[in-house]
């Protein structure tokens, strides 16, 4: 039941569940008795510990999670209605953490208006997924695998189904396409709860999937993301399936990313279509030379790509980009600006990020790094960021670690927005993550060098 669809009353609703983001981008909740969600309490919020999710020191962990219920839908799951609401996130003494993932969406929206160029960033985000009847994998000090089933052809289980071969499966129909039903249930809760969705349709890889969402403001595309990778997951265990946003959980296939449709509007109008090249205005060039320019250094991609499993998709070969390069109708461009759009409709897509990433941080930081090329007045052909100039110069870091050294140099731009806090946090928790998966030796390294 959409927002829309809520009275205000309570009668009914049996739980009202909290919805939190922790650092790393993903939904937590907890969960209060109708009977106890008083007035006094939806605005005060609840107290919980912030250590647990990544933002603070177990010395000063303690936070108010206060509901937005503008946010608010309900659910109806086992014989209870749930009121769901995202929260935001106070400090002890009630003011707006400034690290917390929806803070720092507003606060992106925040510096936008204050440039005077614009009120709101529109973005469709699409989302492309894998999905496996059975995934296992283990790591330990004397063996380390992973093993994957689908009933489209991967797998021994599965060595007699029908093949449509591993890259193959783009916009596939049934009896092929072994997972429409789990794309139309999701889909159809998305709608039901007010998410707005463009289309849906098999990709390009065996069991690989694409949901594509409509065009919303920044801070409503972040929640979006949230809820519809959680409904997915839902949706998917229902039918004894599993997903996963992995950029990359199989060798030599396609992998996959979070493609990122934006404009900025103004007094409801683009500013981006113009008379420069691919139909852009000198606003919507420079906040491409933005985006491209800190993609290059790293640093955008910290954000944007900030798993090791990022990196192992951008790679020559398929259709991710790995290089800083812009170009109309091209999917090898990390931004690319459709062709099929008419005069006066311009935007930009970037497809360069991945469903790793925490998306409100993802999508602030870009946001951002436009802005600083529309500051700067920044010209991408000038840069050479033209797809003409494809070369070597252009190539983005090729790794995790290469992204965090960029971030260390180049972080200014993102300084208005993102706290040094939450900077050296997130550095510190992939710096971590990365020693961890570089450190191990894999499969391919023992049909190397085992000899």
């Keep these: 039941m959409k927002l829309s669809e809520w009275n205000g009353d309570f009668a009914g609703i049996d739980y009202v569940s909290f919805i939190l983001i922790d650092i790393d981008g993903r939904m937590r909740a907890v969960s209060l008795p109708s009977s106890y ?10 107290g919980f510990d912030a250590s647990n999710f990544g933002f603070a020191a177990v010395q000063a962990s303690d936070m108010l999670a206060v509901p937005d219920l503008e946010s608010a839908f309900v659910e109806q799951k086992d014989g209870f209605n749930i009121l769901h609401a995202f929260c935001d996130v106070r400090a002890s003494d ?23 160029l614009g ?3 529109k973005m469709l985000v699409e989302l492309e997924f894998y999905v496996f009847e059975d995934v296992r994998f283990s790591t330990t000090v004397d063996h380390s695998y992973y093993f994957l089933e689908s009933s489209e052809g991967i797998g021994e289980t599965y060595d007699d189904a029908p093949r449509v071969g591993l890259s193959k499966g783009y916009h596939r129909m049934a009896p092929e396409d072994r997972y429409q039903l789990l794309r139309n249930r999701a889909v159809k809760t998305m709608i039901d709860i007010g ?50 946003f992995m950029p990359k959980p199989m060798y030599g296939v396609a992998g996959s990313g979070m493609h990122v449709h934006q404009y900025i509007e103004k007094d409801e109008t683009s500013v981006f279509p113009g008379e420069g090249l691919y139909g852009l205005s000198e606003i919507g060039l420079a906040y491409t030379a933005g985006l491209l320019r800190h993609a290059l250094s790293g640093s955008l991609l910290a954000f944007s790509n900030p798993s090791t499993n990022s990196y192992r998709r951008l790679v020559p070969g398929f259709e991710a980009p790995v290089n800083a390069t812009f170009a109309q109708s091209s999917r090898a461009a ?19 990020g991945d469903a790793t990433a925490n998306v409100y941080y993802f999508l602030a930081a870009m946001v951002l790094a436009g802005l600083d ?12 960021f033209a797809k003409e100039h494809h070369n070597a110069q252009r190539a983005m870091p090729i790794g995790l670690f290469h992204a965090l050294a960029g971030l260390k140099r180049d972080r200014a731009y993102l300084a208005s927005v993102f706290p040094d806090a939450l900077i050296e946090s997130w550095s510190a928790r992939k710096e971590k993550e990365g020693a961890y998966v570089y450190n191990a030796p894999v499969p391919q390294e023992f049909e190397l060098y085992f000899e």
Excluded: C
């Design 37 to 46: 969600a008083s007035e006094a309490v939806l605005q005060k919020g609840i």
């Design 94 to 116: 009630g003011t707006e953490f400034s690290q917390y993932p929806r803070s720092v969406i507003r606060a992106a929206r925040r510096a936008l208006m204050e440039s005077g």
């Design 119 to 121: 009120d709101e960033v």
């Design 195 to 244: 998410i707005p969705v463009k289309y849906h349709h098999h990709e390009m890889g065996a069991a690989q999937l694409e949901i594509e969402l409509d065009f919303m403001s920044m801070a409503q595309a972040a929640d979006a993301v949230s809820l519809a990778k959680w409904i997915l997951r839902n949706e998917a265990d229902e039918l004894g399936l599993k997903v996963t």
């Design 334 to 352: 990390a931004v690319r600006i459709p062709g099929y759009l008419g005069k006066g409709e311009a935007r930009i897509e970037f497809r360069t």
């Design 373 to 384: 090329g529309v500051r700067g007045g920044l010209d991408p052909v000038a840069l050479g």
